[in-house]
T-cell receptor, first 119, second 108 residues
Framework: EVQLVESGGGLVQPGGSLSLSCVASGFTFNKYWMSWVRQAPGKGLEWVANIKQDGSEKYYVESVKGRFTISRDNAKNVLYLQMNSLRAEDTAVYYCVTYGVVVAGSDYWGRGALAIVSS | DIQMTQSPSTLSASVGDTIIITCRASQSINSWLAWYQQKPGKAPKLLIYKASSLASGVPSRFSGSGSGTEFTLTISSLQPDDFATYYC??????????FGPGTKVDIK
């Protein structure tokens, strides 16, 4: 059974940093692209970042470029999102998402980790 | 950047109705479109991938169609469990995935 478990969310002041982790199990982690998707309270879904199987390609939504970094540790089956220079508008539930494990789509989602940026 | 729009933003329907949600891309995405269902407090669930392929375990009353820039999600014979918010997503390239703004389906 595929499982994605996010952690690391919490309350941080504007300008601060937060690091999210996602432990993956139930599939061969190093064979698949991975994503982070976020959802602000009461709002829609927003794709945040993608990372290739070996970490050699990384892509970000414009609003987080230069502030967020996606990475992965294939030996530990863990996906990361380092978030720096946080703003109030980064407040959201952050989902760890697989791409293409079963089908050509974002097919497995974690339960999400809530990051709140507030003073 | 590819922009996605959805219509309507809200749809009121009754059990047994057939509903159609439309999603449009600002440029061609071939068939790289997915549909997701989300219920309050839950993670989204993949329903349709590659515009018209049904994900595993998804009831056959859900169907998708379209290519290029215009796509539809049809739910036939709406069931009580189907009242939720639906999102389309383009994934034409790994460098940019984009979601539509969502369509909330509620009970009339």
């Amino acid at each position: 059974e595929v499982q994605l478990v996010e952690s690391g969310g919490g309350l941080v002041q504007p300008g601060g940093s937060l690091s999210l982790s996602c432990v993956a199990s139930g599939f061969t982690f190093n064979k698949y692209w991975m994503s982070w998707v976020r959802q602000a309270p009461g709002k829609g879904l927003e794709w945040v970042a993608n990372i290739k199987q070996d970490g050699s390609e990384k892509y970000y939504v414009e609003s987080v470029k230069g502030r967020f970094t996606i990475s992965r540790d294939n030996a530990k089956n863990v996906l990361y999102l380092q978030m720096n220079s946080l703003r109030a508008e980064d407040t959201a539930v952050y989902y760890c998402v697989t791409y293409g494990v079963v089908v050509a789509g974002s097919d497995y989602w974690g339960r999400g980790a809530l990051a709140i940026v507030s003073s | 950047d590819i922009q996605m729009t959805q219509s309507p933003s809200t749809l009121s329907a009754s059990v047994g109705d057939t509903i159609i949600i439309t999603c449009r891309a600002s440029q061609s995405i071939n068939s790289w479109l997915a549909w997701y269902q989300q219920k309050p407090g839950k993670a989204p669930k993949l329903l349709i991938y590659k515009a018209s392929s049904l994900a595993s375990g998804v009831p056959s009353r859900f169907s998708g169609s379209g290519s290029g820039t215009e796509f539809t999600l049809t739910i036939s014979s709406l069931q009580p469990d189907d009242f939720a918010t639906y999102y389309c997503q383009q994934y034409n390239t790994y460098s940019l995935f984009t979601f539509g703004p969502g369509t909330k389906v509620d009970i009339k």
